[in-house]
């Protein structure tokens, strides 16, 4: 399984409560995107079903060796006393918008028999957040009474969303940005073939999230970069800057590209707030609100990419006005 960097302080929290043999019933593994909480609840769900059945594992961490009869179960898929719900694959090819309620349900196969391998049977939720009202509740009453030797991994990016009786009944194990160190580490361990400079391009877009910096990978974000960075220098009194940029991310084929403008763009404004002070800091900040606001409903609210990277740009070509 590949290897999770920079969380070590959460690893040592869970194998604490693990190796105690107080292990509590669920986990809300939360924080932000990217940065490796999917993996985490793999790890450790693997980790609790591998040391329950045997072989002993000495590996340290939530390590398991890939030959690990449990390992082999889980990457082919078919370890009895696992399940996983996710959003499921539409016919079309797309993910639905949620995690239902008869997925939640389906619960009940697992908890309906005793464990095969071990006493211990695992449920890991990805993401909990994509729960809807009637799964989220229907969830809360296995968490409320949980069936013996059961342990739940709910991952989070926005954990202050979920119910607070779902929160309240959970340990939260929250992973945070990683720093320079593991983001090369785990950027080279998920691209071997990229050369050093490429990782420090991508670990500098990526900011503390390997996904992220994955996602960025053949995007030219350093271009985009360049571009904000003449905005914020120079302004653009007569738009031309705004408009070309606009125009050459509201292509279709552009998409992925604008979707990184709408990550690097509140970063940008917030990087260029933390060198000013007095009143620039103060209209930095403004500008790195109404940035963020528009960037995050973006894609929610389906706003037109032409004219959402106009006004985001022009956010960012007033910051000249504060040099």
């Not at 609790?48 to 082999?72: E, F, I």
């Not at 898929?77 to 995690?99: C, F, N, Q, V, Y």
Request: charged share 25%.
């Amino acid at each position: 399984m590949t290897p999770l960097y920079g969380h070590d302080p959460a690893v040592a929290a869970f194998r604490d409560s693990m190796d105690s043999g107080r292990l509590h019933h669920a986990w809300l593994i939360s924080g932000p995107e990217g940065v490796g909480k999917a993996l985490f609840a793999d790890k450790a769900a693997l980790r609790v079903l591998a040391d329950a059945a045997g072989p002993p594992v000495t590996m340290p961490g939530l390590d398991v060796p890939d030959s690990h009869p449990a390992a082999r179960l889980i990457e082919a898929g078919s370890h009895p006393d696992l399940m996983r719900l996710s959003r499921a694959t539409k016919d079309s090819g797309e993910l639905a918008r949620s995690i239902t309620v008869d997925q939640v349900r389906s619960l009940q196969r697992l908890f309906s028999t005793t464990a095969s391998l071990s006493p211990w049977r695992v449920v890991v939720i990805d993401a909990a957040d994509d729960l809807e009202r009637n799964a989220a509740n229907a969830l809360l009453k296995n968490l409320e009474e949980p069936p013996p030797s059961s342990v739940f991994f709910l991952v989070s990016h926005a954990s202050e969303r979920l119910l607070p009786t779902i929160r309240s009944r959970c340990r939260q194990i929250r992973l945070s940005y990683l720093d320079d160190n593991a983001m090369a580490s785990a950027l080279a361990t998920a691209l071997p073939d990229a050369d050093d400079l490429e990782i420090e391009a991508l670990k500098a877009a990526g900011q503390g999230s390997p996904g992220r910096a994955i996602a960025f990978r053949g995007l030219d974000v350093d271009g985009l970069d360049r571009t904000m960075r003449e905005l914020a220098t120079g302004g653009d009194p007569t738009n031309a800057r705004r408009a070309e940029l606009a125009s050459s991310l509201a292509l279709k084929s552009a998409q992925p590209r604008y979707e990184a403008f709408l990550a690097r763009a509140p970063s940008f404004i917030a990087a260029a707030a933390r060198t000013r002070s007095g009143p620039a800091l103060a209209e930095a900040l403004k500008l790195w609100e109404r940035a963020t606001d528009l960037a995050t409903g973006a894609t929610r609210l389906s706003l037109d990419p032409q004219s959402v990277v106009f006004e985001l740009s022009g956010m960012i070509a007033a910051l000249a006005r504060g040099r």
